[in-house]
């Protein structure tokens, strides 16, 4: 039988001998998180976060089996929903996105509430589920169609399975949930522990599956927010979802991990608790080290060196011949927003051949203003995505680090 106990989740973290090798891991997320994106200028920074936040949702949908284009993403946050394939999966990727605009805003400003706390939880599945559309806001339980209600635990009658996993039932979730909130309070103190704990909430959160639908976005949204506060956040420039998509080797590994640290204790060496510490260790291994992986991933691909080749290599083959136009793109984009009139100084062409040039550009979507006559600042138009950032998307061949193997454990 069983237990209904808030104690069928310990242990929730990895708290009385620390391998060695994870702490060693949480030293080089730190020490990666730091440099990413540092010789970026801030407007060119904020596109790119931009462009991430729409990866993370393309991700986290794949994850649940919702093949949605980044392009209909995109149209969907502009809400040029008449232009999309399929319109319900491209608002449910814009809810993700804007949800996560919200989190990146809100630490921002100081003021993120702590990420483990069953409001924040809620107000996240509250806000993802009022920006979806109505053909997503129900699910079939049991033979029966029933509304998922937005920021709402699973009530009376509303028991579900996952797999072969059977989540607490309805009417203990808020017990579970006080349990979850009291030790991840504690666990996330010191700095290695904010980090350490991000894999053991990810996992103890889907396992108690608090919410009728919605749970699986919810914890990666958790777990996008623990990384700001943690400091590994990198500027909004890498995704977690992305990583737990592909996996370090197998696209199945993020849920065949999951199931693993499902196990029960297996005997007297492994933890104190109702489920298996050693399965908890090896899943937080594998989290951090695809933490690690997407952290380097991302360096490669937003390394301004290597991004400035690239993007000059595109407008070269796009533009024969039209030599001043890579020295823009290359000087808005290490240098930021730049009025019109200083292209001239840039390139030493007429003010009027420069206005031809940047007219070009903006019509290319290569770069972007508010006004007519407003400065300039880069973009990154999605048909060329491919050709700037290899394999962000897709599966094309990228210059970038080999992912790190696991930690034995």
Request: aromatic share 8%; proline share 7%; hydrophobic share 40%.
């Given at each position: 039988?069983?237990?209904?106990?808030?104690?069928?989740?310990?242990?929730?973290?990895?708290?009385?001998?620390?391998?060695?090798?994870?702490?060693?891991?949480?030293?080089?997320?730190?020490?990666?998180?730091?440099?990413?994106?540092?010789?970026?200028?801030?407007?060119?920074?904020?596109?790119?976060?931009?462009?991430?936040?729409?990866?993370?949702?393309?991700?986290?949908?794949?994850?649940?089996?919702?093949?949605?284009?980044?392009?209909?993403?995109?149209?969907?946050?502009?809400?040029?929903?008449?232009?999309?394939?399929?319109?319900?999966?491209?608002?449910?990727?814009?809810?993700?996105?804007?949800?996560?605009?919200?989190?990146?805003?809100?630490?921002?400003?100081?003021?993120l509430p702590e990420p483990t706390s069953s409001p924040f939880i809620r107000d996240l599945h509250r806000r993802f589920y009022e920006a979806m559309p109505e053909e997503l806001r129900f699910t079939e339980h049991d033979g029966r169609r029933r509304e998922i209600v937005?920021?709402?635990?699973?009530?009376?009658?509303?028991?579900?399975?996952?797999?072969?996993?059977?989540?607490?039932?309805?009417?203990?979730?808020?017990?579970?949930?006080?349990?979850?909130?009291?030790?991840?309070?504690?666990?996330?103190?010191?700095?290695?522990?904010?980090?350490?704990?991000?894999?053991?909430?990810?996992?103890?959160?889907?396992?108690?599956?608090?919410?009728?639908?919605?749970?699986?976005?919810?914890?990666?949204?958790?777990?996008?927010?623990?990384?700001?506060?943690?400091?590994?956040?990198?500027?909004?420039?890498?995704?977690?979802?992305?990583?737990?998509?592909?996996?370090?080797?197998?696209?199945?590994?993020?849920?065949?991990?999951?199931?693993?640290?499902?196990?029960?204790?297996?005997?007297?060496?492994?933890?104190?608790?109702?489920?298996?510490?050693?399965?908890?260790?090896?899943?937080?291994?594998?989290?951090?080290?695809?933490?690690?992986?997407?952290?380097?991933?991302?360096?490669?691909?937003?390394?301004?060196?290597?991004?400035?080749?690239?993007?000059?290599?595109?407008?070269?083959?796009?533009?024969?011949?039209?030599?001043?136009?890579?020295?823009?793109?290359?000087?808005?984009?290490?240098?930021?927003?730049?009025?019109?009139?200083?292209?001239?100084?840039?390139?030493?062409?007429?003010?009027?051949?420069?206005?031809?040039?940047?007219?070009?550009?903006?019509?290319?979507?290569?770069?972007?203003?508010?006004?007519?006559?407003?400065?300039?600042?880069?973009?990154?138009?999605?048909?060329?995505?491919?050709?700037?950032?290899?394999?962000?998307?897709?599966?094309?061949?990228?210059?970038?680090?080999?992912?790190?193997?696991?930690?034995?454990?």
């Amino acid at each position: 039988m069983i237990l209904e106990t808030p104690a069928r989740i310990e242990p929730c973290g990895i708290e009385e001998a620390i391998p060695i090798e994870l702490t060693d891991l949480v030293l080089e997320l730190r020490s990666a998180a730091e440099t990413l994106g540092r010789r970026l200028h801030p407007d060119s920074a904020a596109e790119l976060r931009s462009m991430t936040r729409i990866m993370n949702a393309y991700y986290s949908n794949l994850i649940e089996g919702h093949n949605t284009r980044p392009h209909d993403i995109e149209a969907a946050l502009a809400g040029r929903l008449d232009t999309v394939e399929n319109r319900p999966l491209a608002e449910e990727a814009a809810a993700h996105v804007r949800v996560q605009v919200w989190i990146d805003e809100t630490y921002a400003r100081g003021e993120l509430p702590e990420p483990t706390s069953s409001p924040f939880i809620r107000d996240l599945h509250r806000r993802f589920y009022e920006a979806m559309p109505e053909e997503l806001r129900f699910t079939e339980h049991d033979g029966r169609r029933r509304e998922i209600v937005p920021g709402a635990f699973r009530v009376e009658g509303e028991d579900v399975a996952v797999g072969r996993h059977l989540p607490p039932s309805a009417h203990r979730v808020p017990a579970f949930m006080d349990h979850f909130v009291l030790r991840y309070r504690g666990l996330t103190r010191g700095a290695t522990g904010r980090i350490l704990s991000i894999p053991a909430a990810h996992h103890r959160l889907n396992y108690i599956h608090p919410f009728l639908d919605g749970n699986g976005r919810v914890s990666r949204l958790m777990s996008h927010a623990m990384c700001q506060v943690a400091g590994i956040g990198g500027h909004g420039l890498w995704s977690i979802s992305r990583g737990l998509a592909r996996g370090l080797a197998d696209p199945a590994e993020y849920k065949e991990r999951m199931d693993a640290a499902d196990q029960p204790r297996r005997g007297d060496r492994d933890g104190r608790g109702n489920l298996s510490l050693s399965t908890l260790t090896s899943f937080t291994g594998w989290f951090l080290t695809v933490m690690l992986d997407q952290i380097r991933f991302t360096e490669a691909m937003f390394d301004l060196g290597m991004l400035r080749d690239r993007y000059t290599r595109l407008i070269t083959d796009l533009y024969p011949g039209k030599d001043r136009l890579p020295r823009l793109i290359v000087h808005v984009l290490r240098h930021g927003e730049m009025a019109r009139g200083d292209a001239r100084f840039v390139t030493g062409a007429s003010e009027r051949s420069t206005s031809g040039d940047l007219g070009e550009l903006t019509r290319g979507g290569f770069l972007k203003s508010a006004t007519p006559k407003g400065p300039v600042r880069i973009a990154f138009p999605l048909d060329y995505r491919e050709r700037l950032f290899p394999n962000l998307f897709t599966d094309a061949a990228p210059v970038v680090p080999a992912p790190p193997a696991p930690p034995v454990l």
